[in-house]
């Protein structure tokens, strides 16, 4: 996950990450990335039951009933023993997780062990005595999944009616001062839409929005062919990038992040290159704290049946199941073949990012995406999209343009 407005725009500083000694029980939310411990942030799919049918749902939810899901009562297990290994935040997804009849119990026993309790949700399901209670549960912040505007949303989600139902949800959680924000996987079904979601941004007040590259996982895996191209993609970063600092000079307090492709760590590092070389040394340092992609190393995942994979796109890779061991336990031990590959420090990954010169602040990029693609854990991830001379550290990059950001 990569701060976009933050860097880009100066609102954090490695002052601000040193100030809580990088520890990630000390550190607010919005500096978690820059933890030196890297405990990692936990992704419960808590049910797989979802009423929409988003093409790109890693999970392959759908409006049923999935035997197997983890009760009430090893819920709460698995949140002690989460607790009790210091986890910073737990996200609490699906599916749907306001599907889970006990959900915002689940939640508030989170709040109570003193761990933050995040909803990915896709907003359907948020009435007002919905939105309520999730304000009274205390979740730290509430990430509403949209592709687009009405038309293409609707479509991608394959439900009529999906997109004003899911602004009603934003709508209803910014009113009561919910931290909100907009989760949006770009890919070729909807990249025409990037104008309008940051317009959305802008007209509707939304303070966050996450743009996610997509992930070859679930459904989603199913959706490589319409993947962007290396240009289409950097094309597209780029007017995240314009865009995020063009809220930032007109004094719009939005906070912009990409997330799952750590390509973005480096195209940061040389945009900012070419225009303040200074700030873009400071921006290479707390990107070096960030460490690029950090799958089994600071962001997990528990599936609906108990399962722990390395992230939340690693379903096909069970690590250990949370009935028979502690995550814990399971999170700890490199026994596995995928989990010692995820904990190499550095990864001996092949292709182009065994001679890139920014392998630090990228790490191999997503290797759930790479095995996807090329049926090996090592190979390079497709998604990278600097040239080769940029990433090649025998070759100089040229001389920074000495000039100002305005």
Same mark, same amino acid.
């Given at each position: 996950?990569?701060?976009?407005?933050?860097? #880009?725009?100066?609102?954090?500083?490695?002052?601000?990450?040193?100030?809580?000694?990088?520890?990630?029980? $000390?550190?607010?939310?919005?500096?978690?990335?820059?933890?030196?411990? $890297?405990?990692?942030?936990?992704?419960?799919?808590?049910?797989?039951?979802?009423?929409?049918?988003?093409?790109?749902?890693?999970?392959?939810?759908?409006?049923?009933?999935?035997?197997?899901?983890?009760?009430?009562?090893?819920?709460?297990?698995?949140? %002690?023993?989460?607790?009790?290994?210091?986890?910073?935040?737990?996200?609490?997804?699906?599916?749907?997780?306001?599907?889970?009849?006990?959900?915002?119990?689940?939640?508030?026993?989170?709040? /109570? #062990?003193?761990?933050?309790?995040?909803?990915?949700?896709?907003?359907?399901?948020?009435? /007002?005595?919905?939105?309520?209670?999730?304000?009274?549960?205390?979740? @730290?912040?509430?990430?509403?999944?949209?592709?687009?505007? %009405?038309?293409?949303?609707?479509?991608?989600?394959?439900? $009529?009616? @999906?997109?004003?139902?899911?602004?009603?949800?934003?709508?209803? !959680?910014?009113?009561?001062?919910?931290?909100?924000?907009?989760?949006?996987?770009?890919?070729?079904?909807?990249?025409? %839409?990037?104008?309008?979601?940051?317009?959305? #941004?802008?007209?509707?007040?939304?303070?966050?929005?996450?743009?996610?590259?997509?992930?070859?996982?679930?459904?989603?895996? $199913?959706?490589?062919?319409?993947?962007?191209?290396?240009?289409?993609?950097?094309?597209?970063?780029?007017?995240?990038?314009?865009?995020?600092?063009?809220?930032?000079?007109?004094?719009?307090?939005?906070?912009?992040?990409?997330?799952?492709?750590?390509?973005?760590?480096?195209?940061?590092?040389?945009?900012?290159?070419?225009?303040?070389?200074?700030?873009?040394?400071?921006?290479?340092?707390?990107?070096?704290?960030?460490?690029?992609?950090?799958?089994?190393?600071?962001?997990?995942?528990?599936?609906?049946?108990?399962?722990?994979?390395?992230?939340?796109?690693?379903?096909?890779?069970?690590?250990?199941?949370?009935?028979?061991?502690?995550?814990?336990?399971?999170?700890?031990?490199?026994?596995?073949?995928?989990?010692?590959?995820?904990?190499?420090?550095?990864?001996?990954?092949?292709?182009?990012?065994?001679?890139?010169?920014?392998?630090?602040?990228?790490?191999?990029?997503?290797?759930?995406?790479?095995?996807?693609?090329?049926?090996?854990?090592?190979?390079?991830?497709?998604? !990278?999209?600097?040239?080769?001379?940029?990433?090649?550290?025998?070759?100089?990059?040229?001389?920074?343009?000495?000039?100002?950001?305005?």
């Amino acid at each position: 996950m990569l701060s976009v407005t933050r860097l #880009l725009c100066g609102t954090a500083t490695p002052g601000d990450a040193l100030r809580y000694g990088r520890e990630s029980g $000390k550190l607010p939310a919005h500096l978690l990335h820059f933890s030196e411990d $890297k405990k990692p942030v936990v992704v419960w799919n808590c049910t797989r039951r979802c009423d929409l049918k988003c093409v790109h749902c890693y999970a392959d939810a759908a409006d049923k009933d999935f035997p197997g899901e983890l009760t009430h009562a090893e819920g709460r297990a698995l949140l %002690e023993d989460l607790a009790g290994y210091q986890i910073p935040v737990v996200l609490f997804s699906g599916g749907e997780p306001l599907l889970r009849p006990d959900i915002f119990e689940l939640a508030g026993y989170c709040r /109570d #062990l003193g761990m933050r309790a995040v909803l990915s949700t896709n907003g359907t399901q948020i009435t /007002d005595e919905v939105a309520d209670r999730i304000l009274a549960t205390g979740f @730290s912040y509430v990430g509403i999944s949209i592709d687009g505007l %009405e038309a293409v949303h609707d479509k991608v989600r394959g439900v $009529k009616g @999906s997109f004003q139902r899911t602004m009603s949800a934003i709508r209803r !959680c910014r009113d009561r001062g919910i931290r909100v924000g907009l989760r949006y996987t770009v890919h070729k079904l909807n990249l025409d %839409e990037l104008p309008g979601v940051f317009d959305l #941004l802008e007209t509707e007040n939304i303070p966050r929005c996450c743009f996610y590259h997509l992930a070859y996982a679930g459904r989603g895996d $199913k959706l490589q062919r319409f993947d962007l191209t290396p240009e289409e993609t950097r094309k597209a970063v780029e007017y995240v990038f314009e865009r995020s600092w063009d809220f930032h000079r007109r004094g719009i307090e939005r906070d912009i992040l990409t997330v799952d492709n750590h390509t973005d760590n480096a195209f940061l590092y040389l945009y900012l290159r070419d225009r303040d070389p200074e700030y873009a040394e400071q921006v290479m340092q707390m990107l070096r704290w960030n460490g690029g992609n950090q799958s089994g190393i600071a962001i997990g995942c528990v599936d609906n049946l108990g399962n722990v994979h390395p992230d939340q796109f690693s379903w096909h890779v069970p690590l250990g199941n949370v009935r028979e061991r502690p995550f814990s336990q399971i999170w700890e031990d490199t026994t596995h073949p995928v989990m010692a590959i995820m904990k190499e420090k550095p990864r001996q990954i092949g292709g182009r990012c065994g001679n890139c010169r920014f392998f630090d602040i990228c790490n191999g990029n997503l290797r759930v995406r790479a095995h996807s693609y090329w049926g090996d854990w090592r190979a390079e991830d497709p998604a !990278c999209y600097l040239t080769l001379d940029e990433i090649n550290p025998a070759v100089p990059l040229p001389a920074p343009a000495l000039e100002a950001r305005t």
